[in-house]
Protein backbone atom coordinates (compact mmCIF):
# COMPACT_ATOMS: atom_id res chain seq x y z
CA UNK A 1 0.00 0.00 0.00
CA UNK A 2 1.16 3.79 -0.83
CA UNK A 3 0.57 5.37 2.59
CA UNK A 4 1.46 8.63 4.42
CA UNK A 5 3.16 9.18 7.96
CA UNK A 6 1.71 12.75 9.18
CA UNK A 7 3.29 14.22 12.49
CA UNK A 8 1.74 17.53 13.88
CA UNK A 9 2.85 19.50 16.30
CA UNK A 10 -0.18 21.02 18.27
CA UNK A 11 -0.71 22.40 21.65
CA UNK A 12 -2.13 18.86 23.67
CA UNK A 13 -2.78 18.76 27.31
CA UNK A 14 -0.88 16.19 29.15
CA UNK A 15 -4.15 13.98 29.66
CA UNK A 16 -4.47 13.76 25.72
CA UNK A 17 -1.01 11.26 25.40
CA UNK A 18 -1.62 8.23 23.50
CA UNK A 19 -5.34 9.25 23.09
CA UNK A 20 -7.13 8.77 19.91
CA UNK A 21 -7.49 12.10 17.25
CA UNK A 22 -9.60 12.14 14.18
CA UNK A 23 -8.61 14.12 10.95
CA UNK A 24 -10.94 14.88 8.68
CA UNK A 25 -9.21 14.75 4.47
CA UNK A 26 -10.56 14.67 1.32
CA UNK A 27 -10.79 11.28 1.26
CA UNK A 28 -12.44 9.84 4.43
CA UNK A 29 -11.63 10.39 8.35
CA UNK A 30 -8.55 8.87 9.98
CA UNK A 31 -7.63 8.32 13.39
CA UNK A 32 -4.48 9.10 14.82
CA UNK A 33 -3.01 9.61 18.50
CA UNK A 34 -0.87 11.78 20.47
CA UNK A 35 2.83 10.94 21.57
CA UNK A 36 5.26 12.64 23.40
CA UNK A 37 8.78 12.43 23.50
CA UNK A 38 11.23 14.49 25.40
CA UNK A 39 8.59 16.71 26.59
CA UNK A 40 7.27 17.51 22.50
CA UNK A 41 3.64 16.80 21.76
CA UNK A 42 2.63 15.78 18.93
CA UNK A 43 -0.18 14.18 16.80
CA UNK A 44 0.74 10.94 14.89
CA UNK A 45 -1.22 9.21 11.91
CA UNK A 46 0.78 6.27 10.60
CA UNK A 47 -0.47 5.33 7.34
CA UNK A 48 -2.56 7.52 5.43
CA UNK A 49 -3.76 6.08 1.85
CA UNK A 50 -3.39 8.51 -0.74
CA UNK A 51 -3.62 5.90 -3.81
CA UNK A 52 -4.98 3.08 -4.94
CA UNK A 53 -2.66 -0.37 -4.33
CA UNK A 54 -0.29 -0.57 -7.29
CA UNK A 55 -1.29 -4.17 -7.64
CA UNK A 56 -2.98 -6.35 -10.31
CA UNK A 57 -3.67 -4.07 -13.11
CA UNK A 58 -2.42 -1.28 -11.74
CA UNK A 59 1.30 -2.86 -10.99
CA UNK A 60 2.95 -0.88 -13.51
CA UNK A 61 0.59 2.25 -14.24
CA UNK A 62 0.60 5.68 -13.16
CA UNK A 63 -0.56 6.03 -9.62
CA UNK A 64 -4.40 6.69 -8.81
CA UNK A 65 -5.65 8.69 -6.24
CA UNK A 66 -7.57 6.48 -3.57
CA UNK A 67 -11.13 6.32 -3.39
CA UNK A 68 -13.18 8.03 -0.84
CA UNK A 69 -13.69 5.19 2.44
CA UNK A 70 -16.73 5.13 4.63
CA UNK A 71 -16.67 5.37 8.35
CA UNK A 72 -13.30 6.56 10.50
CA UNK A 73 -9.88 4.13 9.36
CA UNK A 74 -7.85 3.87 12.31
CA UNK A 75 -4.32 4.23 11.72
CA UNK A 76 -3.00 3.93 15.22
CA UNK A 77 -1.40 0.41 17.40
CA UNK A 78 -3.86 0.91 19.41
CA UNK A 79 -7.44 1.83 20.90
CA UNK A 80 -8.72 4.92 22.83
CA UNK A 81 -11.21 7.67 22.75
CA UNK A 82 -11.94 10.34 20.63
CA UNK A 83 -10.51 14.22 21.00
CA UNK A 84 -10.45 16.77 18.67
CA UNK A 85 -8.09 19.09 18.42
CA UNK A 86 -7.89 22.58 16.40
CA UNK A 87 -4.68 24.53 15.46
CA UNK A 88 -4.18 28.62 15.89
CA UNK A 89 -1.58 28.98 13.17
CA UNK A 90 -0.38 27.34 9.89
CA UNK A 91 3.30 25.65 10.34
CA UNK A 92 5.48 25.08 7.97
CA UNK A 93 5.33 21.30 6.62
CA UNK A 94 8.90 19.12 5.92
CA UNK A 95 8.37 16.69 3.43
CA UNK A 96 10.83 13.62 3.85
CA UNK A 97 11.94 11.25 0.97
CA UNK A 98 13.37 8.06 1.99
CA UNK A 99 17.00 7.04 0.67
CA UNK A 100 17.81 3.40 0.07
CA UNK A 101 19.01 4.05 -3.62
CA UNK A 102 15.58 3.56 -5.20
CA UNK A 103 15.56 -0.05 -4.29
CA UNK A 104 15.30 -0.42 -0.27
CA UNK A 105 13.92 1.79 2.36
CA UNK A 106 10.17 3.28 3.70
CA UNK A 107 8.47 5.28 5.85
CA UNK A 108 9.29 2.81 8.51
CA UNK A 109 13.32 4.18 8.60
CA UNK A 110 11.63 7.22 10.99
CA UNK A 111 10.61 6.18 14.45
CA UNK A 112 8.43 9.03 15.65
CA UNK A 113 10.61 10.09 19.05
CA UNK A 114 13.04 10.99 16.62
CA UNK A 115 10.99 13.45 14.53
CA UNK A 116 8.97 14.76 17.63
CA UNK A 117 12.76 15.51 19.16
CA UNK A 118 13.92 16.90 15.65
CA UNK A 119 10.85 18.49 13.53
CA UNK A 120 8.06 18.83 15.17
CA UNK A 121 10.13 20.55 18.15
CA UNK A 122 10.78 23.20 16.13
CA UNK A 123 7.13 23.82 15.06
CA UNK A 124 7.05 22.05 11.81
CA UNK A 125 4.61 19.42 10.26
CA UNK A 126 6.40 16.28 9.38
CA UNK A 127 5.22 13.67 6.45
CA UNK A 128 7.15 10.85 4.46
CA UNK A 129 5.64 8.75 2.10
CA UNK A 130 6.15 5.21 0.28
CA UNK A 131 7.07 4.99 -3.17
CA UNK A 132 7.36 2.30 -5.28
CA UNK A 133 11.28 1.22 -6.16
CA UNK A 134 13.19 -1.01 -8.27
CA UNK A 135 12.05 -2.63 -11.05
CA UNK A 136 8.77 -1.52 -9.96
CA UNK A 137 9.11 1.99 -9.45
CA UNK A 138 11.73 2.81 -12.41
CA UNK A 139 11.15 0.12 -15.28
CA UNK A 140 10.82 2.10 -18.58
CA UNK A 141 10.83 0.87 -22.45
CA UNK A 142 10.37 2.90 -25.43
CA UNK A 143 6.62 2.11 -25.20
CA UNK A 144 3.81 4.54 -23.66
CA UNK A 145 3.18 1.14 -21.81
CA UNK A 146 5.60 1.68 -19.49
CA UNK A 147 6.57 4.99 -18.96
CA UNK A 148 9.08 4.64 -16.61
CA UNK A 149 9.39 7.01 -13.19
CA UNK A 150 6.49 5.80 -11.28
CA UNK A 151 8.13 6.62 -8.00
CA UNK A 152 8.32 9.92 -8.58
CA UNK A 153 4.49 9.63 -9.58
CA UNK A 154 3.92 8.39 -6.40
CA UNK A 155 5.69 10.76 -4.60
CA UNK A 156 3.72 13.96 -6.55
CA UNK A 157 0.51 12.08 -5.89
CA UNK A 158 1.19 11.96 -1.73
CA UNK A 159 2.29 16.14 -2.02
CA UNK A 160 -0.95 16.42 -4.11
CA UNK A 161 -2.63 14.58 -1.35
CA UNK A 162 -1.19 16.43 1.05
CA UNK A 163 -1.98 19.96 -0.11
CA UNK A 164 -5.60 19.28 -0.74
CA UNK A 165 -5.46 18.36 3.07
CA UNK A 166 -3.20 21.52 4.24
CA UNK A 167 -6.04 23.53 6.40
CA UNK A 168 -7.40 19.71 8.21
CA UNK A 169 -3.69 18.95 8.72
CA UNK A 170 -2.34 22.35 10.01
CA UNK A 171 0.42 23.25 7.62
CA UNK A 172 1.09 25.92 5.49
CA UNK A 173 0.19 25.51 1.88
CA UNK A 174 2.45 27.84 0.78
CA UNK A 175 5.71 27.04 2.82
CA UNK A 176 6.30 23.58 1.99
CA UNK A 177 9.65 22.00 2.28
CA UNK A 178 10.88 18.99 0.46
CA UNK A 179 13.93 17.17 1.78
CA UNK A 180 15.25 13.53 1.55
CA UNK A 181 18.59 11.73 2.16
CA UNK A 182 21.11 9.79 -0.85
CA UNK A 183 17.82 8.74 -3.21
CA UNK A 184 15.19 10.84 -1.15
CA UNK A 185 18.32 13.50 -1.78
CA UNK A 186 17.91 12.79 -5.38
CA UNK A 187 14.37 13.16 -5.97
CA UNK A 188 14.03 16.31 -3.53
CA UNK A 189 16.36 17.99 -5.87
CA UNK A 190 14.32 17.03 -9.34
CA UNK A 191 11.05 17.96 -7.19
CA UNK A 192 12.68 21.06 -6.23
CA UNK A 193 12.96 22.18 -10.15
CA UNK A 194 10.31 20.66 -11.78
CA UNK A 195 8.29 22.86 -13.90
CA UNK A 196 5.02 20.90 -12.88
CA UNK A 197 5.78 22.09 -9.22
CA UNK A 198 6.29 25.66 -10.19
CA UNK A 199 5.08 27.18 -6.77
CA UNK A 200 3.90 23.95 -5.09
CA UNK A 201 7.46 23.61 -3.27
CA UNK A 202 9.31 26.56 -1.93
CA UNK A 203 12.49 24.94 -0.73
CA UNK A 204 14.55 22.02 -0.86
CA UNK A 205 17.29 20.38 1.21
CA UNK A 206 19.08 17.58 -0.24
CA UNK A 207 21.77 15.54 1.70
CA UNK A 208 24.08 12.87 0.17
CA UNK A 209 21.68 13.36 -3.58
CA UNK A 210 20.88 15.85 -6.07
CA UNK A 211 19.23 16.19 -9.35
CA UNK A 212 21.90 16.13 -11.60
CA UNK A 213 23.80 12.90 -10.24
CA UNK A 214 24.08 9.29 -11.59
CA UNK A 215 21.38 7.87 -9.59
CA UNK A 216 18.72 10.59 -11.10
CA UNK A 217 19.67 10.44 -14.91
CA UNK A 218 19.00 7.36 -17.32
CA UNK A 219 18.82 8.20 -20.75
CA UNK A 220 16.22 7.10 -23.56
CA UNK A 221 19.21 4.37 -24.76
CA UNK A 222 20.31 3.66 -21.50
CA UNK A 223 16.54 2.82 -19.59
CA UNK A 224 15.21 0.17 -22.07
CA UNK A 225 18.80 -1.36 -22.32
CA UNK A 226 18.50 -1.63 -18.44
CA UNK A 227 15.11 -3.17 -18.71
CA UNK A 228 15.97 -6.03 -21.35
CA UNK A 229 19.39 -7.12 -19.62
CA UNK A 230 17.83 -8.21 -16.75
CA UNK A 231 16.89 -11.92 -17.13
CA UNK A 232 13.59 -11.85 -15.37
CA UNK A 233 12.81 -8.75 -17.54
CA UNK A 234 13.00 -10.84 -20.49
CA UNK A 235 11.82 -14.03 -19.47
CA UNK A 236 8.45 -12.74 -18.16
CA UNK A 237 7.69 -9.74 -20.17
CA UNK A 238 9.04 -8.70 -23.13
CA UNK A 239 8.21 -11.77 -25.56
CA UNK A 240 6.88 -10.28 -26.87
CA UNK A 241 6.29 -6.96 -24.69
CA UNK A 242 2.91 -5.90 -24.50
CA UNK A 243 1.58 -9.48 -24.02
CA UNK A 244 3.57 -10.92 -21.90
CA UNK A 245 3.39 -8.07 -20.07
CA UNK A 246 -0.06 -7.85 -19.50
CA UNK A 247 -0.29 -11.44 -18.94
CA UNK A 248 2.74 -11.44 -16.09
CA UNK A 249 1.30 -9.05 -13.38
CA UNK A 250 1.60 -11.52 -10.66
CA UNK A 251 4.99 -12.17 -11.01
CA UNK A 252 6.46 -11.94 -7.72
CA UNK A 253 8.54 -8.68 -7.51
CA UNK A 254 11.16 -10.21 -5.34
CA UNK A 255 12.53 -12.59 -8.47
CA UNK A 256 13.26 -8.92 -10.82
CA UNK A 257 14.79 -7.74 -7.59
CA UNK A 258 17.56 -10.83 -7.45
CA UNK A 259 18.33 -10.21 -11.12
CA UNK A 260 19.29 -6.38 -10.90
CA UNK A 261 21.72 -6.84 -7.74
CA UNK A 262 23.74 -9.71 -9.53
Same mark, same amino acid.
Not at 69 to 80: C, E, I, P, T, Y
Not at 204 to 215: C, D, E, K, R, V
Given at each position: ?LG?????I?????????Q???L????????G???????????????IP???????? @? %? $??L?? &???? +?????D? #???S?CY?Y @? %? $???K? &?LL? +??????? #???GK?????S????????K?????S???R?G??????????????????????????????N??S??????N???A??????TMA????V???L????H????????????L????D???P??CY??KAT?????TP??????????????????E?V?
Amino acid at each position: MLGLILLVIGLIEAQLLNQAIPLETTKGTVLGEVVESSGTWGQVFESIPFAKPPSGE @L %R $FELPE &PRDP +WKGVLDV #RNQSACYHY @L %R $FSEKL &PLLF +WIHGGGF #RVGGKYYYENSGILRNVASKRIVFASADYRMGFEGFVATRSNDMPGNLALEDVALALKFLRENADSMGFDVNNIIVAGESAGGTMAGIFGVSPRLKGEIHAAMLFSGFASGPLAISTDETAPKTCYDNKATVDYFFTPILDKFRCQMSFMPENTTTEMVK
